[in-house]
């Protein structure tokens, strides 16, 4: 039936799963970032990052990425400045790529498209006490975008790609410890491009704090196939679906204003 059709397209592609839209979501990510359009606004910070790789747990597959998780029980691994008022903590950093080099990222930059995305995600230690909590919350979540380009290994990423093969099956987790998420950074956190958004995944809640870097980092074509080999699908199931395209479309910008850090 055309029931039993749609839940195999819905099985066959976990991203499919997603809303396209949220029902009355004015304030959706990713979005396109039209530079020319952008507003520098002066009162914004360089980004003021300050994490510490013991508080590295473990590396998961959550059957939409891979996941790499810090404890947040403490301040210990925290984002202030840039756009932001109140102290953030680093919980999670995890990415979006796709099948090939032409794309893969979630935001783009004049329609420009690039091979993957890092999102380093803290949420607001000043206002909540649980990550659960600040993600339906007003000024809940700040993410970091990093876009990826495929170049030179980078060095400091080999440890993580190393530890993929372990987590190839939806709902593997390894221990992943002593990383230090800000060798992903790039050199310039200067300038970057910051507006009120949305997850990209569900609950899709409006509650971000996007900050999208504008310099991206460089990573190896080898590294990033290895992002490839992982698998949206568990080891029981039969039929096995590379974790690919793993990105959400570009979603209307409803008059919000993005505003840059550098002229
Ligand atoms: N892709 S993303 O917008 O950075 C993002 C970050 C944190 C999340 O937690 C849940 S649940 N879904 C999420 C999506
Ligand atoms: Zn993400």
Redesign the pocket.
């Known amino acids: 039936s055309r029931k039993e059709a749609a839940q195999r397209t819905m099985k066959l592609h976990p991203m499919w799963q997603q809303p396209i839209a949220v029902p009355g979501g004015h304030c959706q990510?990713p979005i396109d970032i039209v530079v020319r359009k952008s507003v520098f606004d002066s009162a914004l910070k360089p980004l003021a990052t300050d994490y510490d790789p013991e508080t590295c747990q473990q590396i998961w597959n959550n059957g939409y990425?891979f996941l790499v998780e810090y404890d947040d029980s403490a301040d210990k691994s925290t984002l202030k400045g840039g756009p932001l008022q109140d102290q953030f903590r680093l919980c999670?950093f995890?990415f979006?790529w796709g099948e090939s080099n032409a794309w893969g990222s979630?935001h783009t930059v004049d329609r420009r498209l690039f091979p993957a995305e890092l999102?380093l995600?803290h949420w607001n230690s000043d206002k909540y006490s649980l990550?659960e909590e600040a993600?339906s919350g007003d000024n809940g979540?700040a993410?970091i975008g990093v876009f990826l380009k495929v170049g030179k290994r980078h060095e400091g990423l080999q440890k993580l790609v190393d530890a993929l093969p372990a987590i190839r099956h939806k709902g593997s987790v390894v221990e992943f410890t002593r990383f230090d998420p800000a060798c992903l950074l790039p050199s310039n956190t200067e300038d970057y491009w910051t507006y009120h958004g949305?997850?990209?995944?569900?609950?899709l809640t409006e509650s971000?704090t996007w900050i999208v870097m504008k310099q991206h980092i460089e990573v190896s074509h080898d590294q990033l196939a290895v992002f490839r080999s992982l698998l949206f699908t568990s080891a029981e199931e039969e039929v096995q679906k590379s974790m690919v395209n793993n990105f959400r479309v570009q979603q209307p910008l409803c008059g919000r204003t993005v505003r840059s850090s550098f002229t």
Do not use: D, G, R
Request: charged share 5%.
């Open positions: 990510s990425s999670q995890h979006h979630e999102h995600v990550f993600v979540l993410v949305s997850l990209t995944t569900p609950p971000v």
